[in-house]
């Protein structure tokens, strides 16, 4: 009788594995726990001064986003503060639109030459250099951009050189690593007897290329493209170096224009917390980290049509 | 097994141990006393020297200076985060300030000029034409006197202390067209000094051989025409407390205003000491002479 009791009670009691498992479940739970409660406080806190703007200092939310003047300390004839902030976001998307556009054919080109026609070679020269780059503090292209980019764009085209097509050009610079090295992982996955295949039936290189990896591995050259685009919507420092940092709508790719990153970091220090200067600034801040997950949204989408097929 | 005791309880010393270190040294810097100065990145440069300086004649002290901008020197000071807000400005002057609570500490003076590239070739303006280059009425240079050049604005960026004394003392309260900003002087020198056409303004101290600085009506921007009043862009660097400072606070401001400081390292920092002033000036703008030094 009494044996039957101890066997259960050495039975029914957590074995020393057991126990550090839940030990490690309660770990890895703090730390996801701790992770998300940050991502919250964080967009909590942006979103509550962001709002402040329309709430408490009444600004109509269409004239913000369709405003052409950017003078938060100042009001217009009818007593209302300029806080249109459309040059900003055109500013921005203009830049990362035409960025990706330049960057695009250049990374899918690398990793092209990567993975189907020389892996060798790109293995051993471009992989290495393709990292380094990614490395780069983006101080210094944004240094480089200035002494270089700037007085090359003014020879050439006039102005002040400051402007969209500088700020194109060294943000080109900047996403081309990650664009090209997501392009690579993405032909990387397309299966090798797609190409055995298609080179059985008599396919040249370049049609196989043309016809087979590149169309399979679509949705992953895509992510490859947007995750670009979502790091130069949100690079600061290296675009406020060459943009000009001018609040006015662009009328040509070599005019001083501005980006929502550009304004941010220029003015937050200028401003007093609680203002509406500073408020504005943070609404500009709201948008930004709406765009960004808008972008993160596509390239789940992206990723999940591509799964479907 | 046994190893792995081992590691767990080497780590568990290690982890005492360096918990013991940090309340160690934290006790240490509390025994001491320590302030905190924050704002305004133009006087930052002389509250780091004085610091220094102060902090080695007063052992156990400790002053932590930060810049941040003109802004953040004085929301912070407003909310009592700090113990010292340094500011360009009036605290009046700055939207969203209640300046009442506040305690103003002139430690210095700067004076603005107008840079230009040496492109343009001009070395003097008339306030009228300085008026006219910053509001867009004229966009080339030698609509003023200068080379046939188009006129390449750049402005601080809006807030800036530097920005807001130029608008009111060199373009008569007119507000500059919307142009390029930048957020710091040394970049808006190395700037105007490479593109042709383009003018701005910076403190005294950072205007070198590579920029032309400008006279206005054939005043030329130097120290003695500021002492006097006659050159009328400059102002002053304030250290601004909540409340008459105490304490450590109150013999820091004390030292800073102190012949030491002003006779020595404002001069060198090439800021001018208000004591060399034969002038003095409100927040509004009115100016009261002295006779001073």
Known sequence: MKTTQQLEKQLKRRSKAAKLEIFGRVISLTALLLIVAVVVAIIGFVASKGIATFTSNHVNLWDFLSGKKWNPGITDANGKPEVGALPMIVGSFLITILSAIVATPFAIGTAVFMNEISPNRGAKILQPVTELLVGIPSVVYGFIGLSVVVPTTRALFGGSGFGILSGTCVLFVMILPTVTSMSADALRAVPRYYREASLALGATQWQTIYKVVLRAATPGLMTAVVFGMARAFGEALAVQMVIGNAALMPNSLVSPSSTLTSVLTTGIGNTVMGSLQNNALWSLALVLLLMSLVFNLIIRLIGRKGRLQ | ?293
């Open chain 2, 1 to 293: 097994m046994s190893k792995k005791r081992w590691v767990q309880g080497l780590v568990l010393v290690v982890l005492v141990a360096l918990l013991g270190f940090a309340y160690q040294t934290r006790q240490v810097s509390h025994a001491g006393e320590s302030i905190t100065a924050v704002g305004s990145t133009a006087l930052q440069p002389l509250v780091e020297a004085a610091g220094e300086q102060y902090t080695g004649e007063h052992l156990g002290t400790f002053i932590n200076v930060q810049g941040g901008g003109t802004g953040t020197g004085l929301s912070q000071i407003q909310e009592g985060a700090v113990q010292i807000g340094n500011s360009d400005l009036f605290a009046s002057e700055q939207k969203g300030i209640r300046a009442s609570s506040l305690v103003d500490h002139r430690v210095a003076v700067v004076g603005i000029t107008p840079i230009v590239n040496k492109k343009v070739g001009l070395t003097n303006l008339s306030t009228h034409q300085l008026i006219q280059v910053f509001t867009g009425q004229v966009t080339n240079w030698k609509q003023v006197g200068g080379a046939n050049l188009p006129i390449v604005l750049i402005n601080r960026a809006q807030g800036s202390g530097t920005r807001a004394t130029f608008e009111q003392f060199g373009l008569n309260k007119h507000r500059s067209k919307t142009s390029q900003e930048q957020d710091s002087s040394g970049m808006v020198r190395s700037i105007v000094a490479t593109t042709p056409g383009a003018i701005s303004y910076v403190a005294f101290s950072y205007v070198d051989k590579t920029v032309q600085e400008i006279s206005l009506n054939h005043v030329a921007p130097t120290e003695n025409n500021v002492t006097t009043n006659k050159w009328k862009i400059w102002s002053y660097e304030h250290l601004y407390t909540k409340g008459q400072p105490t304490g450590l606070t109150k013999s820091f401001i004390a030292y800073v205003e102190s012949p030491a400081i002003q006779n020595t390292l404002v001069r060198q920092l090439g800021y001018l000491s208000p004591n060399q002033m034969t002038v003095e000036r409100t927040a509004t703008g009115k100016v009261t002479r002295t006779g001073g030094a």
